[in-house]
């Protein structure tokens, strides 16, 4: 391609008149924004404003376009900022006198022009990298993609291997049903499993479309006898491992089609949240009809008949307008429709001899097809209850961030206080979440642009997330629910999760839009709102925040921000921020301010997460997470489980960054405001300086990497009582940041963190091991061996295969043990996943044209560093046209399977991924040549928030998924 010619272009004209007046003149190549927002102008446009404010000042950047580059300030008459090549800080009162004298004395004009060069780019680019998938992830063998690979593991002879921990992505239909694919014809009602299994392991199947279909879970021991089941309706089923062997576990399709993730793994729980496996009532159900009234009894007795004559049902309890029971009768069996199923034939062959289990089966069939039927709103088995001391969060097992920061250990103390608000400025939210309802005060939305607000108005005092995106693969991301769910989601209901402070409450204010951006002025007038200041809202909250979490970032810096930002801090409020994802070695704003708490996140092994930024502006970090590893053996991705909704319901997933960080610590400092409300900024950095918050990481003391250590829960809610003059009275006890570190076959080293979690004082005596694989060696501890200690494994001597060894800690207060596990594989491809074809799509987000990049498939894999191979040397382009270069442009990366053959890929149940990560994926400008590209796609896996059938949903998917050429 020849070289442009080399082009000047003057840009945007600033005007302030006699300090009352100021244009800004944008020609080609570029555009001009302020930090506050109140400036945004396009290329070929002229804004103006009155300037009434002596004191004004303000922060103005040039932004080019593709093609362009800018090149500084230029020196023209009255210029405020000739010369500078950054951001351009103007401020009336700091003019040098020669140019205030030059501007108000002659045409009362100052102006600012930045320069824009044309650059030499090419039109086309080549980009490649990698992706990096869970080391324990695989794929079924039958898949209905017919550009998988394809093997038969439908019996136990053809059993598939599942690791363990493990996580198998997968599809089962029934004939006919489903998208044209490899199994569509004949079907695929069965996946079996064989795997190696401890006592206590926890095997659960995700579902997709679950509202249309309905998948079953069957375990059998080593020669293939019944063990146990989970014959559920909805998105869930799971079997928990009764002891150590030899297991098969079957997927199964009772009906419909579906897509799948099957996980086994340990259970990381409390001993409390490992439940009893639930039985039924033989022969009884449970059903709640459609729109029962008084003044349709004929409908009712219509149903009652055609119970009793199709599934000779007994109605034995209820009444209008609530569940009814219905019993079985001897002639019920035969009426299930089973002898009309080889497969179902098998099924109850295999339980025949033991007519106890026979008849629980065939309860819990008979409930599967009474949900079937015409004008039934809910059926169900009558469930057998028993007395219980205590309930538990239903996901709490798969909440090791908690831990790992002594949550539990703070809850013996205090969960948080209603009269204690946390602001989340963010996103919004969803009210009626039910892990969310009743934990909300009032809030606001505070995006003043409608367009950009994607709701049709300005500021309101609605701050309900939309959940609406600008791309084709996604439709919002619920970012705001996700944050409000760690610190405040309703604790010990037995449903979901627990927030970190789940008795206080939040105060959702919405300031990023519906493509997950805001600005700055907005998101000032949502925290003047929080602290109680005046607003453009023209009202107060009845409560203002105690503390502030800004899980948001990548401004600029603005004076007046900061000056905000001091204010609300002296105010007593403290205010948590993310550092940001980049990875880079700078805080993102606002988290770079002073007065604000920087946090930066780790993952399960108290690392830091390699998209965490750094900086002399980190204060501290948190749990963060790890979509790409499986550190704690718990069989899912070590990401940061909370609220969220999909497919217009409400249910759980895992995110990772530092806005899942950043949460955890805003959490503690609600409940550290929950026993000392006088708590403020000044007295939390001195106790955060002295090591009275956190468990110290990396170099000691403070560094850039760690900032002064991860947050204790347990020890900051005792500096805030000690600070109070206070003292608790709970005896010493050894806690360790997660009790399983799974290293995979490609970790090499972890950090553990040795605390005491309750009061007075603990030592550790004694660290005992008997594995000579596992060295175990003293990192930052303190005389009495509390800290972090460094595990390393050495696999040279090792065979292929797995091991398993215990660690305890023994102690003046007692011993606790932490499980250590290793595999040894001789797979060239090292510690990597096979998710099998994977389809890595480049959206151009100014045309929505989409180019699909070279599929990554499982039978010929390439790998770079451990990675599924990125490459542009093979695309099919918007029109389908075979390609081997990317147009440039501005584009968003998403890679993603299609297990179930629909032509979308990111379903549930397949493997998603975005650059730079799922959970804030970004737009990249790609103007030349790229072999960095590299981010996770991993199985999405989302849980549940309550039965389907109590809940309607909404309009909106997760992801807007794109077709895939072929």
């Known amino acids: 391609m020849a070289n442009l010619p080399l082009k000047l272009f003057l840009s945007a004209v600033i005007v302030i008149t006699a300090g009352c007046r100021l244009e800004v003149i944008v020609p080609e190549g570029g555009r001009v924004t302020s930090a506050s927002g109140s400036f945004d102008c396009d290329t070929a446009t002229t804004c103006q404003s009155d300037i009434t404010d002596y004191n004004f000042e303000e922060a103005f950047t040039a932004i080019p376009n593709t093609g362009y580059r800018f090149a500084g300030w230029s020196k023209t008459e009255s210029n405020v900022c000739e010369g500078i090549e950054g951001t351009c800080e103007l401020s009336l009162r700091t003019l040098p006198t020669s140019l205030r004298n030059r501007i108000f004395n002659s045409d009362s004009v100052a102006r600012l022009a930045p320069i824009f060069e044309a650059t030499d780019i090419p039109q086309e680019v080549s980009v490649s990298g990698g992706l990096t998938v869970l080391e324990v992830a695989t794929l079924d063998f039958d898949t209905n993609n017919t550009e998988n690979f394809f093997a038969s593991n439908n019996t136990f002879q053809l059993a598939q291997t599942l690791l363990n921990p493990g996580a198998v992505g997968g599809y089962i239909n029934l004939p006919g049903e489903g998208a044209s694919g490899k199994t569509q014809d004949a079907g695929d009602f069965d996946d079996y499993f064989i795997v190696e299994a401890e006592a206590g392991d926890v095997v659960t199947l995700f579902a997709s479309d679950y509202l249309n279909s309905d998948l079953d879970l069957y375990l059998y021991d080593r020669n293939g006898e019944p063990v146990d089941s989970s014959l559920g309706t909805g998105e869930v089923e799971q079997l928990t491992i009764p002891e150590a062997g030899t297991w098969y576990v079957n997927a199964t399709v009772f009906s419909g089609a579906a897509n799948y993730v099957l996980t086994v793994g340990r259970n990381n729980g409390t001993a409390s949240s490992q439940k009893t496996k639930p039985q039924v009532i033989p022969g009884e159900a449970l059903v709640t009809w459609e729109g029962e009234g008084i003044f349709k009894r004929d409908i009712i007795e219509d149903r009652q008949h055609h119970f009793k004559h199709k599934f000779a049902l007994l109605e034995t309890g209820g009444g209008l307008g609530r569940a009814r029971r219905f019993n079985m009768q001897p002639a019920t069996p035969s009426s299930l429709g089973i002898n009309d199923s080889s497969h179902l034939i098998s099924r109850q062959a295999e339980l025949s001899h033991d007519p106890y289990r026979l008849a629980q089966w065939q309860t819990r069939i008979l409930a599967k097809r009474l949900t079937k039927e015409p004008g039934v709103a809910l059926a169900e088995p009558n469930w057998k209850v028993q007395t219980k001391a205590t309930t538990d969060d239903s996901f709490i097992r798969f909440m090791w961030h908690l831990d790992q920061i002594g949550v539990p250990a703070a809850w013996d103390t205090t969960t948080g206080d209603p009269g204690v608000v946390v602001a989340v400025i963010d996103t919004g939210i969803i009210s009626d979440h039910p892990d969310i309802r009743g934990q909300l005060i009032d809030g606001y939305d505070f995006i003043s642009d409608a367009t950009s607000a994607g709701d049709g108005d300005g500021i309101d005092p609605d701050p309900t997330d939309i959940g609406e995106g600008s791309n084709p693969l996604r439709s919002g991301d619920f970012h705001g629910l996700h944050v409000t769910g760690t610190i405040g989601a309703t604790g010990n209901n037995n449903r979901g999760i627990a927030g970190v402070a789940y008795s206080s409450r939040i105060m959702p204010l919405r300031a990023l839009g519906a493509d997950g951006s805001g600005s700055t002025y907005d998101i000032l007038q949502a925290v003047r709102y929080a602290a109680g200041f005046s607003n453009d809202a023209n009202t107060l909250p009845s409560n203002p925040a105690a503390v502030i979490n800004l899980s948001i970032g990548g401004a600029g810096f603005s004076q007046t921000a900061q000056n905000l930002y001091t204010a609300v801090a002296k105010s007593g409020i403290l205010i948590a921020a993310a550092s940001g994802n980049d990875g880079s070695s700078n805080v993102d704003y606002?988290?770079?301010?002073?007065?604000?708490?920087?946090?930066?996140?780790?993952d399960a092994v108290n690392g830091i997460s390699d998209y965490s930024n750094r900086g002399p502006a980190l204060d501290l970090v948190a749990p963060g997470g790890r979509l790409g590893a499986d550190a704690n053996g718990d069989g899912q991705p070590d990401g940061i489980i909370s609220t969220?909704?999909?497919?217009?319901?409400?249910?759980?997933?895992?995110?990772?960054?530092?806005s899942m960080a950043t949460p955890h610590v805003a959490g503690v400092f609600a409940l550290m405001k929950s026993v000392n409300p006088n708590l403020d900024a000044s007295t939390v950095e001195d106790l955060l300086q002295l090591g009275l918050l956190t468990d110290d990481l990396g170099d000691t003391g403070r560094d850039n990497t760690f900032g002064w250590g991860m947050i204790n829960a347990r020890k900051a809610v005792t500096a805030a009582i000690s600070y109070a003059g206070g003292e608790i009275d709970i005896p010493p006890r050894l806690g360790v940041s997660t009790s399983l570190l799974n290293f995979g076959s490609s970790l090499n080293t972890a950090d553990l963190v040795v605390t005491n979690q309750g009061g007075g004082e603990v030592s550790v005596v004694n660290v005992e091991k008997t594995a000579d694989w596992l060295s175990i060696s003293e990192g930052n501890t303190d005389a009495a061996g509390l800290g972090t200690?460094?595990?390393?494994?050495?696999?040279?001597?090792?065979?292929?295969?797995?091991?398993?060894?215990?660690?305890?800690?023994?102690?003046?207060?007692?011993?606790?043990?932490?499980?250590?596990?290793?595999?040894?594989?001789?797979?060239?491809?090292?510690?990597?996943?096979?998710?099998?074809?994977?389809?890595?799509?480049?959206?151009?987000?100014?045309?929505?044209?989409?180019?699909?990049?070279?599929?990554?498939?499982?039978?010929?894999?390439?790998?770079?560093?451990?990675?599924?191979?990125?490459?542009?040397?093979?695309?099919?382009?918007?029109?389908?046209?075979?390609?081997?270069?990317?147009?440039?442009?501005?584009?968003?990366?998403?890679?993603?399977?299609?297990?179930?053959?629909?032509?979308?890929?990111?379903?549930?149940?397949?493997?998603?991924?975005?650059?730079?990560?799922?959970?804030t994926p970004a737009v990249i400008t790609i103007s030349e040549d790229r072999n960095d590209i590299i981010f996770p796609s991993d199985y999405q896996i989302s849980l549940p928030s309550i039965s389907s059938t109590t809940l309607k949903p909404m309009t909106n998917s997760r992801f807007k998924k794109s077709r895939k050429h072929r």
């Open 789 to 919: 200690w460094r595990f390393s494994v050495d696999r040279q001597e090792l065979k292929e295969g797995p091991y398993r060894t215990d660690v305890t800690f023994q102690s003046t207060a007692g011993d606790v043990s932490v499980s250590v596990e290793i595999r040894v594989s001789n797979n060239a491809a090292g510690g990597i996943g096979n998710i099998g074809v994977v389809y890595v799509l480049f959206i151009n987000t100014e045309t929505q044209e989409i180019w699909q990049g070279t599929t990554a498939a499982a039978s010929d894999l390439s790998y770079i560093d451990d990675e599924y191979a990125i490459t542009t040397n093979y695309l099919l382009g918007p029109d389908s046209r075979e390609v081997d270069r990317l147009p440039v442009g501005i584009y968003e990366i998403w890679a993603g399977t299609d297990n179930d053959n629909d032509l979308f890929i990111c379903d549930a149940g397949e493997t998603c991924g975005a650059w730079p990560s799922i959970d």
């Open 644 to 658: 969220y909704y999909s497919d217009g319901l409400p249910e759980y997933v895992f995110l990772q960054g530092t």
């Open 590 to 602: 606002p988290g770079g301010y002073a007065d604000i708490f920087a946090v930066g996140a780790t």
